[in-house]
């Protein structure tokens, strides 16, 4: 499976930006798909997840109630959309996907096989 991400850009503090994550090469029902983001110098993070079968998300705190993680399956694509941005929100998002995680994986980068090549946001204050 290959995922392309897309939508990242430069954006003032309180805007926002939908990204998206095209699954190519598999059924997206089959996934769970999550977003990452890694600031320089900063680890690899984790900003949510979504189960594509029930559609069940889960979010890092830091971004509960202004980001929310959404899925087509007839489109094969995952969204992120992000409300409300703040300067710390400038990183490289990556998505990554996997078909053989328990629920404990999902916030863990190391548990996803695939991965994005990264789109990057910057939000200026």
């Known amino acids: 499976v290959q995922l392309q991400a897309s939508g990242g850009g430069s954006v003032q503090a309180g805007d926002s930006l939908r990204l998206s994550c095209l699954v190519a090469g598999g059924t997206l029902r089959s996934y769970v798909v999550g977003w990452f983001r890694q600031a320089p110098g900063k680890e690899r993070e984790h900003v949510a997840t979504i189960r594509a079968s029930s559609g069940h998300t889960y979010y890092a705190d830091s971004v509960k109630g202004r980001f929310t993680i959404s899925r087509d399956n007839a489109k094969n694509t995952v969204y992120l959309q992000m409300n409300s941005l703040k300067p710390e929100d400038t990183a490289v998002y990556y998505c990554?996907?996997?078909?053989?995680?328990?629920?404990?994986?999902?916030?863990?980068?190391?548990?996803?096989?695939?991965w994005g090549q990264g789109t990057q946001v910057t939000v200026s204050s």
């Open positions: 990554a996907a996997d078909s053989c995680l328990i629920q404990s994986e999902f916030r863990n980068a190391r548990s996803f096989d695939f």
